[in-house]
């Protein structure tokens, strides 16, 4: 049983590009959110995806948009890139209906941006 | 105002020795769940143990158990028996709302947990 994968797992970006980050969710999942984690600090929800829809958003500028696909996959594009994006960019999946209301997580794509 | 705090940055313990990681929380919402999550140097965050606000006792899974304390809004982690590779980062999250609101998590800071031999 696949758990949320992420790619790619490292990438080096310079001011002003743009990046798109991908995530495959646990089998079963039909649910996908995405975090920014800082060096040293906790994770912060972006925003996440059911139904092809963005259901809920966190703190984040319009730089930051996304994607999911019928087949439950996400993207996480970031434009106009600053310095102070840099950090590890985390994906996590659920089933909207589960009692617990757990989170998989993926082990993350590290973005640097130079 | 934090709603979730984690005040202990760093923490050490003897291995086979048990440690209390501490949690404050603080929400107006009378339905939320409380999460703790480990985090190894790898970075994905791995799932520990779960305590809803409705549920009468205290969670345990295996070697973790939650002390739940609601009056006091309290969600400290207990790891009994400690080993080496229970070494990395520990992170206190909160769901605000019933689970559907699953997938927006409000983490603390976390703590740093170093297990000596």
């Known amino acids: 049983d696949a758990g949320v994968t992420q790619s790619p797992t490292h990438l080096i970006k310079t001011r002003g590009q743009q990046v798109t980050l991908r995530c495959s969710p646990k089998?079963?999942?039909?649910?996908v959110s995405w975090y920014q984690q800082a060096l040293g600090q906790g994770p912060q929800f972006i925003f996440q995806?059911?139904?092809?829809?963005?259901?809920q958003r966190g703190n984040f500028p319009d730089r930051f948009s996304g994607h999911q696909y019928p087949n439950y996959s996400s993207e996480l594009n970031v434009n106009a890139l600053l310095l102070g994006d840099s950090a590890l960019y985390l994906c996590?999946?659920?089933?909207?209906?589960?009692?617990?209301?757990?989170?998989?997580f993926g082990e993350g794509s590290r973005l640097t941006v130079l | 105002a934090q709603k979730i705090t984690q005040t202990q940055p760093g923490m050490f313990v003897q291995e086979k020795e048990a440690v209390t990681l501490d949690c404050t929380y603080d929400?107006?919402?009378?339905?939320?769940?409380l999460f703790w999550y480990k985090q190894p140097s790898s970075g994905e965050m791995i799932f520990l143990i779960y305590?809803?606000?409705?549920?009468?006792q205290n969670a345990t899974e295996g070697r973790y158990s939650l002390n739940f304390q609601k009056a006091r809004k309290s969600a400290n982690l207990v790891i009994s028996a400690s080993q080496l590779g229970d070494s990395a980062m520990y992170f206190c999250?909160?769901?605000?709302?019933?689970?559907?609101?699953?997938?927006?998590?409000?983490f603390g800071q976390g703590t740093t947990l170093q297990v000596k031999p």
């Open positions: 999250a909160m769901r605000e709302g019933p689970p559907s609101n699953t997938g927006k998590l409000i």
């Open positions: 929400t107006s919402d009378p339905s939320y769940g």
């Open positions: 089998s079963g999942h039909d649910t």
């Open positions: 995806y059911y139904e092809e829809e963005e259901r």
């Open positions: 305590q809803g606000s409705y549920d009468q």
């Open positions: 996590a999946s659920s089933l909207v209906w589960e009692s617990k209301g757990e989170l998989f």
